[in-house]
């Protein structure tokens, strides 16, 4: 018995990866793909091709940034976003939705910004419980009024599954900043602490 247990565990561990990889692609292919209905009918792949081929989707998504990408990076393009930015913002309700949106995209998306570039250790849920968390900014205006100490603000994401979480504002010196990269810290989150990340405290040898 301990032989065949030892094989299912051995089969899990190969095949459950792979699994859960193919079935996010899948996931991510099968969500792109929609984009292929903004496409006139005789255009559609799989009406020219006579069958469907997964994967469409993805190359027409990419396609339509870039080309959007290097329209918005010139002169023209950019005074049409504004313009258009402009137009939103004079419509209830769609500008609120909007502007909280474009503000976190320009944060998250900016080169220059510094949202989720850092991770931090914090007491969270509450004192001398520990967990991985990343810096999203610094308060400010009148949040930052209130606070007398210097703070920052931070997202602790929930496991295995991190797009969920919790925003916080914790004071600067109770974080202590991790030298790990964000992609080490999610898989730390994601594996529920079984992936760990490599000691980047040790010296590396000569």
Not at 32 to 41: N, S
Not at 44 to 51: E, M
Not at 102 to 121: C, I, M, P, W, Y
Not at 124 to 129: A, M
Request: glycine share 8%; aromatic share 10%.
């Amino acid at each position: 018995m301990s032989a065949l247990r030892k094989w299912l565990f051995t089969g899990l561990l190969v095949i459950v990866p792979g699994v859960i990889t193919v079935w996010v692609l899948n996931w991510i292919v099968g969500m792109l793909d929609q984009t292929l209905t903004i496409l006139p009918q005789a255009w559609q792949p799989d009406r020219l091709l006579g069958l469907h081929i997964p994967g469409f989707g993805v190359l027409l998504t990419l396609a339509i940034l870039l080309v959007v990408g290097a329209a918005a990076s010139n002169f023209a393009g950019r005074t049409l976003v504004s313009w258009g930015d402009a137009v939103v913002s004079r419509i209830p309700v769609v500008r609120s939705i909007y502007s909280s949106v474009k503000q976190v995209s320009d944060t998250l998306f900016s080169e220059s910004g510094n949202a989720f570039r850092t991770a931090v250790l914090v007491q969270w849920p509450r004192e001398g419980v520990w967990t991985v968390a990343f810096v999203t900014g610094s308060p400010s205006g009148e949040i930052a009024a209130y606070l007398r100490d210097e703070y920052l603000s931070v997202f602790v994401p929930t496991t295995p599954n991190p797009t969920g979480g919790y925003f916080v504002i914790v004071r600067k010196s109770d974080c202590i900043e991790l030298d790990m990269s964000v992609d080490a810290a999610l898989k730390y989150i994601v594996s529920m602490g079984v992936v760990t990340p490599p000691d980047t405290t040790l010296a590396d040898p000569k």
